[in-house]
């Protein structure tokens, strides 16, 4: 196998902020796998939720990695794990590496990935529409942007302000002003609330129709999750707090659902494992993203059919995506029938 790595910025077309800060732009690594003739295409995207992940430490582990691989092909799944897992990769840069492969199979026998999963394109939910922090007045503005790129059927609203939980209420408020009917509304705190708050605004959050909560405590305060458990009215979903399918079981008893995302997974390969555990242990999913290109969250979009909850729109934000795929139609993100991924460059 010949691996090549380049890079791309992507341009967001409104900044998104969290309660950890503002991103407007990202720069991602694009990863070519050719062999036989055919290329295989990845993505890796840099994110700081534990251990950070930067673009040119992403771009220099693959580079190191590429010779170790060269004299294995596309199939030969195990013995590439084990050298991903044995150089310690970041989960980033092991997500390019599998999507690539998946890809390349998918293109060698002529067929979508869902389809050779024995999946149903039928089954996938609305991807929801993701706000921002901001004045509740700039937060209201943006959904309606949003609502005119496509009839959106889910809002996630981002809160954990650090103006604290009334600034939070009276964006969430301003934003059900432009809720389409029948939309359901999720929000996700990631980690800026403490566990009073976090208490407090599952049951006003849940007197809002609100679907769920995700991540209102802070990665480290998983022991909490119990009593929030105990008492939130309205389900939990946890995303900083759980990587992979190892992190699972110890959340099983605090949580009723998980975020899975790619980059933190370290690809399709875990994320499938992540599903069957997460389902093994009575727990619901999702799948989110970070600032994914259309590559990325097309590669997630196979897997769509297993969800509870899609979160997986960072691509509809950007003004410059090199790459098409799955087509957001009536609010879902639905791959398409070409081999592999279904990925292709916007200009050839």
């Not at 990863?31 to 055919?38: F, K, P, S, V």
């Not at 999720?186 to 599952?202: F, T």
């Not at 769509?304 to 997986?312: K, T, V």
Request: glycine residues 8%.
């Amino acid at each position: 196998m010949q691996i090549r790595v380049e890079t791309f910025t992507v341009h967001k077309r409104f900044a998104l902020t969290i309660s950890r800060g503002t991103s407007a732009e990202s720069t991602n690594v694009w990863l070519i796998l050719e062999h036989d003739g055919i290329e295989g295409w990845g993505e890796a995207s840099p994110f700081s939720v534990g251990r950070p992940q930067p673009t040119e430490e992403l771009v220099l582990q693959l580079q190191q990695i590429a010779p170790q691989l060269k004299s294995l092909t596309p199939f030969d799944q195990q013995r590439i794990e084990q050298i991903l897992t044995d150089a310690n990769l970041p989960s980033a840069a092991q997500t390019a590496l599998d999507l690539a492969l998946h890809d390349w199979r998918g293109k060698y026998l002529g067929l979508p990935l869902w389809k050779l999963w024995g999946l149903e394109r039928d089954r996938i939910v609305p991807t929801s529409a993701t706000i921002g922090i901001s004045s509740p007045e700039a937060a209201r503005q943006r959904l309606l942007h949003w609502l005119q790129l496509a009839p959106f059927q889910a809002v996630k609203v981002k809160l954990g302000s650090p103006s604290g939980i009334m600034a939070d209420q009276e964006m969430l408020k301003a934003v059900q002003q432009e809720v389409p009917k029948g939309a359901k509304v999720s929000i996700d705190a990631n980690g800026g609330w403490n566990l009073a708050d976090s208490i407090s605004m599952s049951h006003w959050l849940a007197e809002q129709g609100v679907t769920y909560i995700e991540q209102p405590l802070d990665k480290g305060q998983e022991s909490d999750l119990l009593e929030l458990y105990r008492q939130s009215p309205l389900p939990i979903f946890v995303d900083e707090s759980c990587f992979d399918s190892r992190d699972i079981p110890k959340l099983a008893d605090r949580v009723h659902g998980i975020n899975i995302k790619l980059m933190k997974s370290g690809g399709l390969s875990e994320a499938l494992r992540m599903i069957h555990t997460a389902k093994a242990c009575g727990l619901q999913i999702m799948f989110g993203c970070y600032s994914d290109s259309a590559l990325a969250n097309t590669a997630a979009a196979h897997l769509a059919p297993f969800a509870d909850h899609l979160d997986l729109d960072s691509h509809l934000n950007l003004i410059d995506d090199p790459f098409v795929g799955a087509s957001l139609e009536n609010g879902c993100l639905v791959p398409n029938d070409l081999p592999g991924l279904g990925v292709q460059r916007v200009h050839g």
